[in-house]
């Protein structure tokens, strides 16, 4: 008897005290599909620029070139390199011997967005086909608590994220491809992008342009407040695919001018202002090898399992570039995410997930929680 009196005294203390500390009360994620860790630690890389992977190349040295790594990458990604490397953390950068990768076997989309938020490294979600999601993902279980219920949105350039999301059965707001913006009471701005997304270039096929996406979910977060934001970027896949280094590297540098604005509006909105952390990810690296594997990525192309993560936020250290010679995996993230919310995942889920990076978050707000 007294060993469960006990326990209940553990879980009730434990839920109280977390509460009590943790700032984070949102959660915004953006996730820049296949951008490598090679890129965001080293920006543009000379191999590529000099292949036939890249035409105007005096452009793209113009723009992106400079002697050093760190010059470079800054001329890439001014936000992640000016704000989330002062106040924030970034792991994956191997040549600082911090590794950060996916702990799935097939190094593409749909595993890899399972992975980052589900928890768990599926072996049935093994292609990119838009099936129903058999897993349950953070931001269902999140959907469903006090305060969060229909404050989870997700705005996505790929067309198949209603099914990642399980959207039959989670009823999660995904909105992805060219699907309007569908709710009761839009605004004008909604309702101009509406019509705006129909008339903007198609040249993706049924996949968003990124810039409709980010327009979509920046007004959503004005407009509707939600606790939880997740943008899912596409385009720097899709250049590499098409063999388009020049292009692959300005929707890089793009995506980090959203994550900028994102982070402006955020810190003058008293809704978010010191209250929100942002996660940056991706869903798989690309080949590094050879001019060649850049373009690729999935299990046998070497070294795409390699990927990167950013958080910035009121409660993670400031520690820049993480240096100790760890790894973190994706499928950490959405445990991750639930604890900077004060919440247990794991606990609750259906099926595993495994343990949050703890070092997201100050010591002392970790350890109160457990
Ligand atoms: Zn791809």
């Known amino acids: 008897m007294k060993k469960y009196s006990i326990l209940f005294f553990f879980l009730i203390f434990n839920s109280f005290v977390f509460a009590q500390n943790h700032k984070t ?10 951008f490598r860790w090679q890129e965001m630690y080293r920006g543009a890389d000379s191999t590529l620029i000099n292949s036939k992977y890249t035409d105007t190349k005096a452009d793209v040295r113009k723009k992106f070139w400079a002697e050093t790594p760190t010059e470079r990458r800054k001329l890439l990604m001014p936000f992640i390199w000016s704000t989330v490397a002062a106040n924030g953390q970034l792991y994956g950068d191997r040549d600082n011997g911090n590794c950060d990768e996916v702990a799935n076997v097939y190094h593409f989309s749909y595993p890899g967005y399972n992975e980052i938020f589900t928890g768990f490294p599926d072996t049935r979600v093994n292609s990119n086909n838009p099936v129903a999601n058999p897993n349950t993902s953070v931001f269902e279980f999140l959907n469903k608590q006090k305060g969060f219920e229909n404050k989870v949105a997700v705005f996505a350039s790929w067309e198949a994220f209603p099914a990642i999301f399980n959207v039959g059965r989670s009823g999660l707001n995904v909105n992805a491809g060219y699907t309007d913006f569908a709710e009761n009471h839009i605004d004008d701005r909604l309702k101009f992008l509406n019509e705006l997304q129909h008339k903007a270039p198609h040249y993706l096929g049924d996949t968003r342009i990124d810039f409709m996406t980010f327009e979509f979910g920046k007004e959503y977060l004005k407009e509707y407040k939600p606790r939880v934001l997740y943008l899912a970027f596409d385009e720097t896949d899709d250049m590499a695919h098409a063999g388009n280094y020049k292009m692959y590297l300005n929707q890089a540098h793009q995506e980090d001018a959203y994550l900028q604005e994102l982070w402006q509006y955020i810190q003058t909105d008293p809704a978010y202002k010191n209250k929100t952390t942002l996660i940056i990810t991706c869903d798989h690296g690309r080949g590094d090898l050879s001019p060649d594997a ?31 010679q760890t790894t973190t995996y994706h499928k950490q993230l959405a445990q991750t995410i639930a604890m900077l919310l004060g919440f247990d995942f794991k606990k609750n889920a259906n099926h595993e997930v495994a343990d ?7 010591k002392e707000l970790v350890s109160l929680g457990k």
């Not at 009360?25 to 296949?34: A, E, F, K, M, S």
């Not at 399992?305 to 820049?320: F, K, R």
């Not at 949050?356 to 100050?362: C, G, K, L, Q, R």
């Open 294 to 324: 850049w373009r690729s990525h999935g299990s046998i192309i070497k070294n795409s399992e390699q990927t990167w993560l950013a958080v910035i936020g009121p409660d993670t250290p400031a520690d820049g570039i993480i240096q100790t």
């Open 356 to 362: 949050a990076i703890e070092s997201t978050m100050i």
């Open 25 to 34: 009360q949102n959660i915004i994620v953006v996730t820049l599909d296949g």
